[in-house]
């Protein structure tokens, strides 16, 4: 499981990166992400992957399955 928390200087720094990466994870899961909503995406393949952002914080949770990967999203700290 990889799991990581990029707090940027400005939102739009954080915004600039989120596109890149979910541009990065639609062509790497080969498509729209299953899951969405206003502050998280997420697909699942061979494996699983979550994005999620608020502010100048993204968080991109990469594991086996979307269990495990929303197992792990949720025992991380809240961002405030």
Do not use: H, K, N
Not at 1 to 8: D, F, I, P, Q, S
Not at 15 to 38: C, D, I, K, P, V
Not at 42 to 69: K, M, S
């Amino acid at each position: 499981v990889l799991a990581l928390r990029v707090v940027w200087d400005s939102p739009a720094e954080a915004e600039e990166f989120l596109q890149a990466y979910l541009s990065y994870a639609e062509a790497r899961f080969g498509g729209a992400a299953y899951s969405t909503s206003e502050e998280e995406a997420c697909w699942q393949g061979d494996d699983a992957l979550c994005v999620v952002w608020a502010d100048e914080v993204v968080t991109i949770v990469l594991g086996p399955e979307r269990t495990t990967v929303g197992r792990v999203l949720a025992a991380l700290p809240q961002v405030e």
